[in-house]
């Protein structure tokens, strides 16, 4: 469990592929902090960390992840956020994230709003995946408000600390994005649709 808080950005340094899953290799000024066995969100993907040595750790990626997610595009020198999972006393600061992305969204606009900036993604509407004004989403494992909600787009504001310390700085027209749409809202569209089809 994430709250959407990123804490670094981790660089891929290596990628080995086996079969159809990929191993990165990251480093982060935090990896010697880390365990093995320990979950950690990247881009709002769950993973869970198999070796370290100095200031890189490694990580798996397996083919179905890769396939609902931006990592398979990932590329050596490419920055990725990072989360450790919350602490069961810790302050939740953003909002309950599974680090189970739902699908991809690709960004369409960046407009810069003197000092601010609003990111619009598009994604295709499947299943319970929706957004709803004022709500949550997280966006590459970013805790975000949506506004603008329309069906299969949102948009979303960041603010200069959050475009310094997270790779929306390396987000462009055309850039593939994790998408986690909030847990609770995923649960009401279900119920409701299982309501209103009785």
């Given at each position: ?30 990896a010697?902090e ?14 869970t960390?198999?070796s ?8 798996t ?28 006393d ?14 991809t ?39 975000l ?14 603010i ?11 987000i462009r ?15 009401i ?6 309501y209103?089809?009785?």
């Amino acid at each position: 469990m994430f709250s959407g808080i990123v804490e670094r950005m981790a660089t891929v340094v290596a990628i080995r592929e086996e079969r159809q899953n990929k191993t990165f290799t990251l480093r982060s000024e935090i990896a010697g902090e880390l365990k093995i066995d320990q979950s950690i969100s990247h881009n709002g993907v769950c993973l869970t960390v198999e070796s370290i040595e100095g200031d890189t750790y490694t990580v798996t990626a397996i083919y179905e992840t890769l396939i609902k997610s931006n990592l398979g595009l990932l590329q050596v020198g490419d920055r990725v956020n990072i989360e450790r999972s919350m602490r069961p006393d810790a302050l939740l600061d953003g909002h309950i994230v599974q680090g189970h992305v739902d699908q991809t969204a690709v960004c369409r606009a960046v407009d810069n709003a003197d000092g601010s900036y609003y990111y619009t993604f598009a994604y295709e509407p499947k299943g319970d995946n929706v957004t709803v004004e004022k709500g949550s989403v997280a966006v590459n494992g970013v805790s975000l408000t949506v506004v603008n909600s329309r069906e299969g787009s949102f948009q979303v504001a960041i603010i200069p600390y959050t475009y310094e310390h997270t790779n929306f700085k390396d987000i462009r027209v055309g850039s593939v994005v994790n998408i986690e749409f909030d847990i609770i809202g995923k649960y009401i569209a279900r119920l409701m649709k299982n309501y209103l089809s009785r």
